[in-house]
Each structure stands twice: as structure tokens, then as C-alpha cells.
């Protein structure tokens, strides 16, 4: 994804221990990480989202929003073998590195299932 420069700002809601950091303006556009930990789970699993939206340029030399919506979840036992569920769990304890870390792999994820509208086929016909 290359070397991205990231502004980081750590909030905390008032009702509940969300931890929410906030990425942008810049490559990653508009991006919050949210991370809790599961109500009932001692602590032992947390979750997380990443939102927002991203830029990017195509081939056309067009530019396009892709919008990230991705979901994140783990145990403690995990965090030795998943590489986002160890991001889930320094997010939670205020790590805003892990936090641009799991955002730029939000951004991946999602950058998988894109496609470039630009780029249509020249033999379909209409």
C-alpha cells in the first residue's frame, strides 16, 4: 500500500469504553476505527469496525470513492495467530499505531472487491 502519512486522533465515547480513532485527510481519506471489548466477555474478545472512505485513482486517471465498511472480532487466545485480532487488542489499549495498521488492512480488504468502472470491456455489447 506504500507509505501513507496519518494524522491520529484517540476519543473515547462517554456512554460506553469505545476506544475511536479517526484518520484523514490524506491517502486513507476518512477513516474511523472503532474498537470495544464484548459486553459479557471479561475482556477476553473484542470487536472493532473500520468506515469511511478512500481514494483512489484508475488507469483512466479518473478518481473514485471507494467506501470501507470492515468488521473485526477476536478472542485472546487469537492474538498469538491473527495478525488483525493482535491489532483489535492494542487498539483497545490505546495503541494508535495498531489503529493505522488495521485501517490500512480495512482499506485492502475492501480494495479486493473493487472494481474500476472505467474499466469496461470494449466488446460488450449494449
Known amino acids: ?30 477513516i474511523t476505527v472503532s474498537v470495544w471489548t464484548a459486553p459479557g466477555s471479561n475482556s477476553q474478545r473484542v ?10 485513482y484508475c488507469g483512466m486517471g479518473n478518481e473514485h470513492t471507494v467506501e470501507i465498511k470492515e468488521e473485526f472480532s477476536g478472542w485472546a487466545g487469537e492474538a498469538s495467530r491473527d ?8 487498539c483497545r489499549d490505546g495503541n494508535a499505531d495498531a489503529a493505522a495498521t488495521l485501517a490500512g488492512n480495512a482499506v485492502e480488504y475492501a480494495l479486493v472487491d473493487w472494481f474500476d468502472p472505467c474499466d469496461v470491456d470494449d466488446d460488450i455489447a449494449l
Open 83 to 90: 495478525a488483525d485480532v493482535a491489532l483489535l487488542f492494542a
Open 1 to 30: 500500500m506504500g507509505a501513507v502519512a496519518v494524522r491520529v486522533r484517540l476519543y473515547r465515547r462517554r456512554m460506553t469504553r469505545v476506544k475511536t480513532f479517526r484518520f484523514g485527510p490524506g491517502s486513507l481519506e476518512s
Open 47 to 56: 470487536k472493532g469496525r473500520a468506515e469511511g472512505s478512500y481514494r483512489v
